[in-house]
């Protein structure tokens, strides 16, 4: 039970945002997997499963788009293979936390989502217009968080192109050769079997470079993103002290009045009375005189 409280609680309340992203990827990988293993051992279906798929994963039919919209969205949570979903995942603590010791977590926020969305829009995109995809544009679908990956891994390259990070089997390497190599390969791989994967990744770059291109000119397209979801403000409640009624002219303020008024200028200060309060007190100072 420890276990699984500080698996959840480096996952969802560590305060850093990679770590959150990395935890859905993961949950919805191994949820929809065990929908799938647990209808075959008892029925030897996975039509379950592959409904979920079919349902989260991003589409280049319009008409069925049209009828599966939030797929633009959820496909960036999906992975078709433990090895799809590794490879992403230690990109995206690598350069994620880059990112975010850099760039804060709310922008890390806006460019995984946005760089996901750019990537199946230019996957959709080509998918419609060019002729090579005219065969298979009925059948395509994507999944996967290499758009939104590639989005922060393209970011910090442009942002801290100098920045070097030490590779297995490679050793340090420049932020700005690993997307050069990445960019370069997603391009020359567009005529292969996965030409719909290699869209999604550049459509990511795209939105990476151009996000921080515009960022360093001190516009942060961010900003819209966070005022949508920035929480509301919660009212103030202004407590006015009544606990002295209204003083009534010729009204000769009692000893039980003033020694809570007293009390209160003791533990608060003079400045905590109200002006009722303070004109009991100077009424009993009046009366006081008088005498």
């Known amino acids: 039970m420890n276990f699984l409280d500080d698996l ?3 996952a969802f309340y560590s305060g850093k945002r990679v770590n959150v992203f990395i935890a859905i990827n993961v949950i919805v990988f191994v949820a929809i997997q065990a929908v799938f293993v647990v209808q075959f051992l008892f029925t030897k ?5 592959n409904f979920l798929n079919n349902q989260l994963s991003v589409p280049t039919y319009l008409p069925t788009l049209l009828k599966q919209p939030w797929s633009v969205f959820t496909y960036m949570f999906m992975h ?5 979903l590794l490879f992403n995942m230690l990109w995206m603590y690598w350069l994620g ?6 760039l804060n977590k709310k922008r890390l926020t806006f460019v995984y989502l946005a760089g996901g969305l750019t990537g199946a829009l230019l996957y959709i995109l080509c998918y419609n217009i060019f002729p090579a995809f005219s065969d298979s544009v009925q059948l395509s679908y994507a999944v996967g968080a290499s758009a939104s990956v590639m989005a922060i ?6 942002q801290l192109p100098t920045y070097t990070i030490a590779l297995v089997f490679v050793g340090p390497v420049k932020l700005k050769w690993i997307a050069v190599f990445y960019v370069v390969f997603d391009f020359l791989s567009l005529a292969g079997p996965n030409a719909g994967g290699h869209l999604a990744h550049l459509g990511g770059a ?7 291109k515009s960022l360093q000119k001190s516009n942060d397209w961010c900003k819209p993103f966070e005022q949508i979801f920035k929480p509301k403000p919660r009212l103030k ?3 006015k002290n009544y606990s002295s009624p ?13 020694d809570a008024i007293l009390d209160k200028i003791s533990q608060s200060g003079y400045d905590k009375l109200s002006a009722n309060e303070k004109e009991i007190l100077f009424s009993a100072s009046a009366t006081h005189e008088e005498k």
């Open 97 to 102: 936390n880059i990112f975010e010791e850099y």
């Open 45 to 49: 279906q996975t039509n379950i499963a």
């Open 80 to 84: 078709n293979g433990l090895l799809h």
């Open 237 to 239: 409640v202004v407590s």
């Open 206 to 212: 795209i939105f990476g470079i151009l996000y921080i």
């Open 246 to 258: 209204p003083i009534r002219k010729n009204h000769k303020p009692n000893q039980s009045e003033i």
């Open 8 to 10: 959840k609680r480096n």
């Open 153 to 158: 891994v393209v970011a910090m390259a442009t």
